[in-house]
């Protein structure tokens, strides 16, 4: 596969055993998935992981909902590593874009990760701030566009192929991964990365497994629990 892998999650354990592995080109983290994890401090989180993923990009998210002091956040989060992207939401929770931000942000230099990007208005928009030769990932939340019952596909072939075809620095990321066929699809679409959690890539040792085995595998396990939870009828 020509797709580059990104984990995606905040245990430091779970990244250098992926980076270890070799599987995965990069990574991914949020606020959302920092709670889950249980960090409470942003910064000490950030720094201990990149002091032992020194070379693989890894994307950090702004959590403030004032431009201003996100501008602030990111310029401070851009400082404390050359391999960092900063994550910029392409709105805040009022729904205004965050467009102008990003303009600014590219116009200083700034690796930047445009997160939760939904509709192809929102990616047309993208394209007329983006310059030919800035740096910057395009994170379209594939999964969530298909757990509305939309095809996310057709979006992000013409986002690769069309919109952003001749922009080098520019790429297409399929965000929220929901399971391994995912990885298939988002390269069929032309995706430049994916996004995949640390359970995900565990079932990566399935990819093309044969069919007849995997179901006698699955029947062994059945039987083997039933039988290990003493069931009876």
Known sequence: MKIKIYGDGAN????????????VKGFTTNPTL????????YEKFAKDVLKE???????????????????????????????VNIKIPITNTKGESSVPLISKLLKQGVKLNV????TLGQLEELQQAIYFTDSIILSVFAGRIADAGA???????????KL???????????ASTREVFNIIQAEK?????ITVTYDIIDKLKNVGKE?????????????NDAKKSGFSL
């Open 115 to 118: 997160t939760a990007i939904f």
């Open 53 to 83: 993923i020194t070379e693989l990009p890894i994307s950090f998210e702004v959590f403030s909902d004032d431009f201003d002091e996100m501008e602030r956040q990111a310029l401070l989060i851009n400082s404390w590593g050359d391999n």
């Open 211 to 223: 069919l007849n085995q995997f179901s006698l595998e699955t029947v062994q396990m059945f039987y």
């Open 164 to 174: 952003f075809g001749s922009y080098d620095n520019v790429e297409i990321l399929w």
């Open 12 to 23: 430091i354990k779970d990244m250098i055993k992926a980076r270890d592995e070799g599987i």
């Open 34 to 41: 920092m709670a889950k994890a249980g960090i409470t401090d």
């Open 189 to 193: 679409c032309g995706c430049d990365i």
């Open 151 to 161: 095809d996310p596909m057709p979006m992000l072939k013409k986002a690769r192929n």
